[in-house]
């Protein structure tokens, strides 16, 4: 079943910086989109971001405008959201899906399931 795997999360201050990667085993994501989610406590999984297949169009959800890039290295196989300037509300487990595209919307579908993601906790 399609499940990609994240990493790169950790503890940062407020103000530091994490590179998230998303990879995918077996598979290519080449022809994916591919969107980054995240999960606070108590709260519902949201949407971040998102690429297309070619990586020539991305979208961010407001929140994370100007301080998140998202991007993408088809040649490996990974797709990695740079976090700058971290808040404490970014704190969540960040997950990565493959989706049929970004104009769906960033809490759009998905294809396969969700994977174990990976913790990113600002706080000093």
């Known amino acids: 079943q399609l499940q990609l795997v994240e990493s790169g999360g950790g503890l940062v201050q407020p103000g530091g910086s994490l590179r998230l990667s998303c990879a995918a085993s077996g598979f290519t994501l080449d022809y994916s989109a591919i969107g980054w989610f995240r999960q606070a406590p108590g709260k519902e999984r949201e949407g971040v971001s998102c690429i297309s297949s070619s990586g020539g169009a991305t979208n961010y959800a407001d929140s994370v405008k100007g301080r998140f890039t998202i991007s993408r290295d088809n040649a490996k196989n990974i797709v990695y959201l740079q976090m700058n300037s971290l808040k404490p509300e970014d704190t969540a487990v960040y997950y990565c899906?493959?989706?049929?595209?970004?104009?769906?919307?960033?809490?759009?579908?998905?294809?396969?399931?969700w994977g174990q993601g990976t913790q990113v906790t600002v706080s000093s």
């Open positions: 899906a493959a989706r049929p595209g970004c104009a769906y919307g960033l809490g759009g579908p998905i294809f396969g399931s």
